[in-house]
């Protein structure tokens, strides 16, 4: 296998350090800013993923040092490793609907494999489950011990029994080292994986001590905030000096903090909503909060894909559920009518309410909403809707808003936005943001708030920090009134414009680079970038991707489930390694098995074209490159990458 | 005429021909006629079963699409409708005692702990009674100091599922760590503890199989039961002998109908979040093998506080934490960190990571909780003092509060949340646990319902409780020592639980501000109650 040999090695250390002082022309005429101080201005020296350029680093693998040496012009705060160095100004793009283009829905941009793919993607199946079926059958009658706890036996029935745990043990065993890998450090950039081995085929995996740093590209660090080091984790850290590690207590009993209240003013006005309410953990976020709104007599209608968080909180809620095709805003329409003629089943009494929950960035597809048709419907047929943005907020729009920000859309035409912090901020939990009473409504009447643990403080240092960098704060300006002559700071908040101070803690004290949200917009525009990028270069190196350009998850199919394994493998045994997250049934459909790349602000161009070449081999290797021709070599789509970003 | 039936005996006979050659036909014409000359009931039989099948698989699966109820519109009368619709509103607003509950709830500004500060503080902090702070771990340095470590190495958020690169070496420690503690084969991690359980059940209890679960079990177990959809039924609130019964009777009616052999649970709290009480694990546990049922125990309240060194119920009762099928804690109240631990033997664990819905979908918790989590475990470990302390804390203010007259105590006398209810001047009306002990009721409570038999006697006036009891609280806090009422979701509760004040107690106040604080609690119930 050529493929697994190491390709030549990358630029070594030494030649990097001399290549370090030839690139740099301000060398000698301005001092003051040096490579090597500006690296380590935000680093602590005594820390292991600090990269000052010593001569111990090792950039075998192309990870730890950027392929060109900055020069002084270039000041950069982050470490390359959690968020990589790139002042291409040109490697920007901005999130943006261009209003009058169509929004591609779920099916109509898809192109399909040729048969044979499809044909060996059933065979593959086929063949796995009649396979397990015989191993089964004969291993319970040559080795029962190794059954037994799937099997009756002492009066109790199996907690798992062999029927329900089939899939599990036959089909996903075979794939696990895809699962569940451990890891290290910082999820931003680069991520270090724990190597394991399996003696036994997958049913014990064993750590055998040593790491690789592998490139990410899984993590959701859509705007690289996983970071150790720079701005929001110096605010942490003098958070828990200031408020510990927890709030001890439900947000309605013992446990809300004045952080809680600057933290939900800021998010409503990041959002654009009169108010928002915070949730420890986002799933519950979906699952708590749902039960508080619809009821028994409410209809909930529900895209099919939606993630299982709001499976989970509509089923609790009691409600009646209807589902329509994924992001098919017609079949929507007719089901809206259909629901609203008849009324309640049976009874045919109308409905008390209806709610129309969707996700902004659908996790598995990449799929945008199509946002402005559903807000068009809501006018006509008055139901409410509930936007689930976990993995569009920051990720998509101009000012990082999410998907009203990215089409344009007044946020407060939607009823609730809910979303996580998990993703493009870096921390965790999730939010709530509509009109005051409503959220009033919630904070007594969703399970979370009597029951649940309140986020801690560390934890909202992350979102507070992040979200005001995404926002930059406003310098408090004094205006002047014209009767008196007075100066007052000016606070008003004019959606989606820079954060009052007043909404933040006052110990937060955010570098220059982040406070003025010029970082903040950088990153938002290299994640818009990367996202285009990728998408644009797998389609012509002729690959099947499936979701909206602008998607910061851009979804490759493999289909046959034999292929995932061994592209996952592949990926990360390169010269470069790169982990990637590969999916199948039963969260896909059965004949689409996918990849799934997430990418982040903290890729430099090169990052994305690693993975593109790397696409490129294995692709060839694999067979799975069914789409569209003519293709580009992988040398023209790295060459025009500019070109590409522009396409659609 | 004639025509028309030659034309059919033509069609009739091409129909023959192109039967006779598909392969196999000839089989089926052979089993059809032989089977009929058999017994010809059967062909009858065979032919209502086969127009069953086409009506099944004809019916449309989904809810609502039903054909019978279905009614046929002309576009403009569905607009029609559609325009004469009008919905209530997304959500009803607050009434006037939701929205001065939702204003009075204490803002804590700073570090949370025994005497925190608050945003609106009209005297000076005797003591906080209201938090989670039982061991007093959220004042802890070597803590805080753990937490800034880890950041600096892991940053803050783990971006990602623990399937999809989320699961970190902290995470794989901490879970370590909770097994050695408890002393069982393995645990795993939840990012929330509220989300826990209401995932674990679902995770294991499937429907068609049993559930016996007591009627006093707190909300989010509720919750997990309902999504669960299996069969459940109820013994009375921490009541074994009617555990007993309703186990019989749930064999019983299995042996009545020869159903198969399914997974059977007992769920039940070790202490309850609901009024305190604490359960008899070993009894419990020697009914669980006895019937052959396993337990999910949740210890949110007791991990952490109960036993030498906190380990729990498990600890107090010295029964081996194995015997305990499924093990829940919570390490945001004991730990003073965040989330929810699940602990039992290889399988179970192993299980919930495919199949525990609020493990799989959710974020990893940050990796600075986890080792926070961890390096509390160790404290504990290491220095059962702090329990000891707890205790002697929990016996002093029991002392105070079991000789007022105005309120009962309905917990455990080892818990370290007190609730404390309202005293109804007739005797009569005591807590309901001991309603049945007065006589009410002979006959046992129905197990398929979840309200006891005796909760035609509750006769108490929640809306005038809470607000009585609200006055306590404030008037407490007035004096300088926050305490809470026990917040509930009114209207979505299984079984509305009786109006009560929460004390938390905690090991980090000395014995003199905990006699101080309890009395100045005491006070303002006597002085807010006999008005």
Partial sequence: ?648 | MSSTTESLNALLASLGQAFDKIPGSAVLVRYVKSSHQNDPGRTVLEVILIIFAIFTLLQSRTRGNDGRHFIKFEDKEIDELVDEWTPEPLAAPLNAFEASDLAAVPIIVGHNGPKPTLARQPTKMIANLASYNFTGLAGKEVIKERAIETLRKYGLGSCGPPGFYGTLDVHMTLERDIADFLGTEAAIIYSQGFSTISSVIPAFCKRGDIIVADRGVNFTIQKGIQISRSTVRWYDHNDLKSLEDVLDSVEKERKKRRGPLTRRFIITEGIFEKDGAMIDLPKLIELKYRKKYRLILDESISFGTVGRTGRGLTELYNVPATKVDILIGSMANGLCAAGGFCAGSQHVIDHQQINGPSFVYSASMPALLAVSASEGIDILRSSPSILTKLQQNIRVARTILDELDCISVPSHPASPIIHLHIRKPTPTLLHPSSAVSAGHSLKPSNPTSVLPREAVNWDWDTDAEERALQQVVEEALRRGVMITRAKRLRGQEMVEARPSIKLALTSELSTDEVKKAVKVVAQALKDVLRK
Avoid at chain 1, 105 to 134: A, F, R, W
Avoid at chain 1, 221 to 232: D, R, S, V
Avoid at chain 1, 274 to 292: H, Q, R
Avoid at chain 1, 327 to 343: F, K, P, T, W, Y
């Fill in chain 1, 1 to 648: 296998m050529s493929l697994f040999s190491k390709r030549t090695a990358t630029s070594p250390v030494t030649s990097y350090l001399s290549a370090f002082s030839k690139n740099d022309p301000h060398a000698v005429d301005d001092e003051s800013s040096t490579p090597a101080s500006s690296l380590s201005s935000s680093t602590t020296s005594d820390s292991e993923d600090t990269v000052i350029y010593d001569d111990d680093i090792d950039n075998a693998d192309g990870l730890a040092l950027p392929p060109r040496p900055p020069n002084s012009s270039e000041v950069f705060s982050t470490v390359h490793t959690e968020f990589g160095h790139c002042s291409n100004p040109k490697y920007r793009y901005l999130s943006q609907h261009t209003s009058g283009t169509s929004i591609p829905g779920h099916d109509d941009q898809n192109p399909e494999p040729p048969y044979y793919v499809l044909l060996s993607t059933y065979i593959s199946y086929l063949l796995l489950i009649c396979l397990g079926h015989i191993r089964d059958f004969v291993g319970k009658r040559m080795r029962p011990a190794a059954y037994r706890h799937l099997m009756p036996s002492d009066g109790y029935a199996p907690l798992n029994s062999d029927f329900d745990s089939f899939y599990t043990r036959r089909l996903k065993t075979r794939m696990d080292e895809c699962f569940g890998q451990p890891v290290t450090g910082v999820a931003g950039r680069t991520i270090q994986i724990l190597d394991r081995i399996s003696p036994d085929f997958n049913h014990n995996q064993i750590l055998t001590g040593s790491r690789t740093r592998a490139l990410n590209i899984s993590s959701y660090n859509y705007l690289g905030f996983a970071q150790a080091h720079g701005g929001c984790a110096d605010a942490v850290e003098t958070c828990i000096r200031e408020h510990g590690v927890s709030t001890c207590g439900s947000r309605l009993e013992g446990g809300s903090s004045n952080l809680h209240v600057l933290a939900e003013a800021l998010v409503a006005k990041f959002m654009g909503m009169e108010d928002a309410l915070i949730s420890s953990m986002g799933f519950a976020t979906n699952s708590t909060f749902i039960p508080a709104l619809v009821g028994k007599g409410c209809l909930v209608i529900s895209d099919e894909l939606n993630h299982a968080s709001i499976r989970f909180g509509v089923r609790l809620s009691g409600a009646q559920v209807r589902m329509f095709k994924h992001n098919d805003m017609d079949a929507l329409e007719a089901l809206l009518r259909e629901v609203i003629s008849q009324g309640q089943p049976k009874t045919h009494r109308p409905w008390r309410k209806i709610l129309v929950i969707v996700e902004g960035l659908y996790s598995m597809e990449g799929t945008l909403v199509n946002l402005p048709a559903i807000i068009e419907l809501k006018k006509k047929y008055k139901f409410y809707i509930w936007v689930d943005e976990a993995h569009s907020i920051g990720a998509l729009g101009p000012h990082g808003r999410g998907v009203t920000d990215y089409f344009n859309i007044p946020p407060r035409s939607v009823d609730i936005l809910m979303g996580t912090f998990t993703k493009s901020f870096g921390s965790a939990g999730g939010y709530l943001a509509g009109n005051k009473d409503l959220i009033d409504s919630l904070r007594i009447r969703g399970h979370s708030g009597a029951y649940a643990e309140a986020m801690t403080p560390p934890v909202l240092t992350q979102v507070v920090a992040s979200m005001a960098s995404i926002m930059g704060i406003a310098t408090p300006t004094m205006t002047r009134f014209d009767s008196s002559s007075t100066l007052q700071p000016s606070e008003a908040y004019h959606h989606p414009g820079p954060a009052p101070m007043s909404t933040l803690p006052t110990w937060l004290c955010l570098p220059p680079h982040l406070a003025d949200g010029s970082e903040g917009t950088s990153r938002l525009r290299r994640i818009a970038f990367n996202s285009r990028y990728l998408h644009q270069g797998l389609i012509k190196l002729g690959f099947i991707t499936y979701g909206h350009p602008a998607s910061p998850i851009v979804p490759l199919l493999i289909f046959n489930p034999g292929k995932m394994n061994m592209f996952h493998r592949l990926m990360k045994d390169r010269q470069t390694p790169i982990v990637v997250v590969v999916v199948a049934y039963p969260a896909t459909p059965l004949v689409s098995g996918r990849v799934r790349f997430c990418v982040s602000a903290a890729h430099t161009k090169e990052d994305i074209d690693t993975i593109l070449r790397a696409c490129d081999e294995i692709g060839d290797v694999l067979d799975i490159r069914h789409g569209v021709r003519p293709r580009w070599t992988i040398d023209q789509v790295c060459a025009r990458a500019l070109d590409l970003v522009q396409l659609s």
